[in-house]
């Protein structure tokens, strides 16, 4: 009996360097790729519109890539346990392949899976591939998870190098005849009137060739001055390959054996192929805080934070999602990630911390946004990252540390290129009164065109008493 394989798609939407794929065409069985679009499983954590948008056009690339190596990808919505049972049915599979994900409740659907499976004489196997060390590899001295990020990645180091990247398997056979597969406009991932994303298929390419193409540009062009670059949202310093590895258009290890490589053959690029791989480790990092620590996406890693004094501001909160909030810098992050999908890493912190310490609104309603509005939405990174910034998190920024937003704009839009760009209406200011126009004589304003109140918002809070009062919040807390 040469009965088929069932190769299930997750955040695994490539055929070259997938350890599944390659296991199941080593084998030489017929195999069946399919997707399975469930709404239900993920809970709360279903994908959000943008990432909805980078789905839909993702599963398209990878259609494509597998009709032009002779075979079809399935594509089903519904209970994953349910879909797989029918394909099994229509098809007589007997084993089921998948890599491995570090969610919750996609690691609670996976061991679902394989007990239902089992019962039915089918055999579920996973495999990694979406990580460079699978959380289990890695632990401190005392045997227990890492909680500080530095010596973690330390670890990572010393750790054996993770194996060559490995090409689309030349030995698969696809299972030739027609399958029942819903045509992906009717999974409805696509936004319906008005297309708020209309313009993004002219500033991204989801799928395996926009990823390679992403990650060659960065390497022969924006590398050179990564380790400051980065910091300044105006420079196209920053990989942006996030949303292609989330949906695993590409894999981590080819990420790395990629700057290894430069970096043997540029070695003056040392320093910055390090502070490149150094935010891998960071991904690396969450995805370790999230297998050890499942809750970090609804409870405070520091058990003390669950007192905070968290505040309800439904005025503030739509201003800072609106991205009318009277800083400038502020409000073009926003702004960026309403009409982008995605937004500068540096401004993400700047306006996470906005949203937390200025407006005291609990991280979890920041983090929600960002999942409904970034393409490269992941529970691990954005958990971590918004914790990060509250201070409530492993390694955490100090309950101190409160970023001001003019001065922040002053040091990393120096030229005031980002703010101008995204806050058209503030354009013919100043540099010197760009980050707080509030400050500006009447006759600059008026000479400018800008009228607060009317054409620009006043600052919805001061950030002096703003800090204040989220010092004497914290401050409490610590003593309390």
């Not at 695994?12 to 997707?35: E, F, Q, W």
């Not at 394909?87 to 890599?99: D, K, P, R």
């Not at 390419?205 to 062009?221: E, I, M, V």
Request: proline share 7%; net charge negative; charged share 20%.
């Amino acid at each position: 009996m040469n009965a088929p394989i069932i190769y299930w798609y997750r955040q695994d939407l490539r055929t070259h360097d997938l350890p599944g794929l390659i296991a199941a065409a080593a084998t030489g069985h017929p195999v069946i790729p399919c997707y399975i679009l469930d709404d239900q499983a993920p809970g709360e954590w279903s994908p959000g519109g943008a990432s909805r948008w980078w789905l839909h056009h993702s599963l398209a690339a990878l259609g494509r890539d597998i009709a032009g190596a002779g075979g079809t990808l399935v594509l089903r919505s519904g209970n994953t346990g349910a879909e797989l049972q029918k394909l099994i049915q229509e098809t007589g599979a007997a084993e089921v392949y998948c890599s491995r994900h570090y969610e919750p409740w996609a690691a609670a659907l996976e061991k679902q899976l394989h007990d239902d499976l089992d019962a039915a004489g089918v055999t579920l196997k996973r495999y990694g591939g979406n990580l460079l060390f699978e959380p289990e590899q890695i632990s401190n001295q005392s045997g227990l998870p890492f909680k500080v990020f530095t010596p973690f990645w330390k670890h990572c180091l010393k750790m054996p190098e993770p194996a060559a990247p490995r090409p689309v398997p030349e030995s698969i056979t696809w299972l030739q005849g027609v399958l029942h597969s819903v045509p992906l406009d009717d999974l409805g991932l696509r936004p319906r009137q008005p297309d708020w994303a209309a313009a993004w298929t002219d500033q991204w390419q989801p799928g395996s060739q926009g990823a390679a193409k992403k990650l060659q540009s960065f390497l022969h062009n924006g590398i050179e001055n990564y380790s400051e670059g980065r910091n300044h949202p105006a420079l196209d310093c920053t990989t942006r390959l996030s949303p292609h590895l989330h949906y695993g258009e590409i894999s981590p290890r080819q990420l790395w054996h990629s700057a290894r490589q430069t970096a043997a053959t540029r070695p003056r690029l040392d320093t910055q192929v390090a502070k490149f791989l150094s935010e891998m480790g960071w991904r690396e990092f969450s995805h370790h805080l999230l297998h050890h620590f499942p809750e970090l996406d609804a409870q405070p890693f520091k058990e003390r934070f669950a007192h905070f004094p968290w505040m309800s501001n439904d005025q503030g909160l739509q201003a800072w999602q609106r991205g009318q909030t009277g800083y400038p810098l502020v409000d073009a992050g926003m702004r960026e990630l309403w009409h982008t999908g995605y937004m500068h890493n540096r401004v993400r912190m700047i306006v996470a911390s906005f949203l937390t310490k200025h407006l005291l609104i609990h991280w979890r309603v920041g983090a929600k946004w960002f999942w409904d509005t970034l393409l490269d939405a992941n529970l691990a990174n954005n958990s971590c990252g918004w914790q990060w910034v509250a201070g409530s998190g492993a390694d955490a920024s100090p309950y101190f540390r409160i970023f001001n937003p003019i001065l922040q704009g002053q040091k990393f839009d120096a030229q005031g290129e980002y703010i101008r760009h995204w806050v058209p209406e503030l354009a013919a200011m100043p540099d010197r009164y760009l980050n707080n126009p509030w400050d500006a004589p009447a006759a600059i304003l008026d000479s400018a065109g800008v009228h607060l109140g009317s054409t620009y918002p006043l600052p919805i809070v001061d950030h002096t008493q703003a800090r204040e009062s989220a010092l004497a919040a914290y401050g409490a807390l610590k003593n309390g």
